[in-house]
């Protein structure tokens, strides 16, 4: 089976950097993948990680190390609207575009 | 704006009911994926449908049931409804088996 761990509440306050870590059980899996919610909204896709290290985009990176299984979604400069829910998830290696997704993260920013 | 449609946007009904959940996918996306998202919890996947074929199941009960039509929307059909199965029911969409994928805004079903 497949499982991710992640902190149920982090809390930052404007304009600080937070890391938000994942931890999973797989046994394979092409990716890692962030996806932001925000109370009541649709998920959106924030990055992905096919590959171990780190990839950025603007604001928020993502890191992965498939020898640890763990990765995790920085977030710098952070801004008040960057208060929402945090996924990760991946996808196995079945022939199939099912995401497991962790509980996710409730980041709250604090002026 | 993900291009993913759904309808309705807010559902209340009684136990022992049928409804139906409609989602469109973007232009040019096969794969249409429906989760399950109830208070406090995460999305657990439901059902992947690749143009017109079922892919993958999840965890869902045998009183839901899906399909996707030749132009590729796809219907979520929820039977006998109980209290526990209202939730937020999100469809998604992607080019094939993505990693990315588009979500819809969602139904909210409230079960009474």
């Known amino acids: 089976g497949q499982s991710l761990e992640q902190p149920s509440e982090v809390t930052a306050v404007e304009g600080a950097i937070v890391q938000i870590n994942c931890t999973y059980q797989?046994?394979?899996?092409?990716?890692l993948s962030w996806y932001q919610q925000h109370d009541g909204g649709a998920p959106t896709f924030l990055s992905y990680?096919?590959?171990?290290g780190l990839e950025e985009t603007g604001r928020f990176s993502s890191f992965l190390s498939r020898s640890d299984s763990y990765g995790y979604l920085l977030l710098q400069e952070l801004q008040m609207k960057d208060s929402a829910s945090y996924f990760c998830?991946?996808?196995?290696?079945?022939?199939?575009?099912?995401?497991?997704f962790g509980q996710g993260t409730t980041l709250q920013v604090k002026p | 704006d993900s291009g993913v449609t759904q309808t309705p946007k807010h559902l209340i009904t009684a136990t022992g009911q049928r409804v139906t959940l409609r989602c469109s996918p973007r232009?040019?996306?096969?794969?249409v994926y429906w989760y399950q998202q109830s208070l406090d919890q995460g999305l657990q996947f439901l059902i992947h449908y690749y143009n017109g074929e079922e892919r993958a199941k999840g965890n869902i009960l045998e009183r839901f049931s899906a399909q996707q039509f030749p132009d590729l929307h796809s219907e979520l059909n929820l039977s006998s409804l109980e209290l526990g199965d209202s939730a937020l029911y999100f469809c998604?969409?992607?080019?094939?088996?993505?990693?990315?994928?588009?979500f819809g805004p969602g139904t909210r079903l409230t079960v009474l």
């Open positions: 990680n096919a590959l171990d």
């Open positions: 998830a991946v996808r196995g290696t079945s022939n199939t575009g099912k995401l497991i």
């Open positions: 998604a969409s992607s080019v094939a088996g993505a990693d990315e994928q588009f």
């Open positions: 797989t046994s394979g899996f092409y990716g």
């Open positions: 232009s040019g996306d096969l794969s």
